[in-house]
């Protein structure tokens, strides 16, 4: 059974950094990303970063500049380094991993709350 643990997450003042981190455990095969998405209330949710396997990254336009995806892929772990956080950076963050061809696989979330 495949599990990803999120942490990192909390309250936090506009202008202030947060780092997430995402922990996989399990039989994981052939990870080809391993990213982090995020939805605010009543929106959809939406990519923020992901890093390829290849050793690509993508970032929303939104968090450019102010957020940093990393991996340490001997711990099947990633990370999200987040800077000069803002207000509308407010939402529960997920980790996931996509695996194989088919496989996508979701952290249960954590909070990031954002004060002005």
């Known amino acids: 059974q495949v599990q990803l643990v999120e942490s990192g997450g909390g309250l936090v003042q506009a202008g202030g950094s947060l780092r997430l981190s995402c922990v996989a455990s399990?039989?994981?095969?052939?990870?080809?990303?391993m990213g982090w998405y995020r939805q605010a209330p009543g929106k959809q949710r939406e990519l923020v970063a992901v890093?390829?396997?290849?050793?690509?990254?993508n970032y929303a336009d939104s968090v450019k500049g102010r957020f940093t995806i990393s991996r340490d892929n001997a711990k099947n772990t990633v990370y999200l380094q987040m800077n000069s956080l803002k207000p509308e950076d407010t939402a529960v963050y997920y980790c996931?991993?996509?695996?194989?061809?088919?496989?996508?696989?979701w952290g249960q979330g954590t909070q990031v709350t954002v004060s002005s």
């Open positions: 890093s390829t396997s290849r050793g690509s990254t």
């Open positions: 399990g039989r994981i095969f052939s990870i080809n990303a």
């Open positions: 996931n991993v996509a695996a194989g061809i088919i496989y996508s696989y």
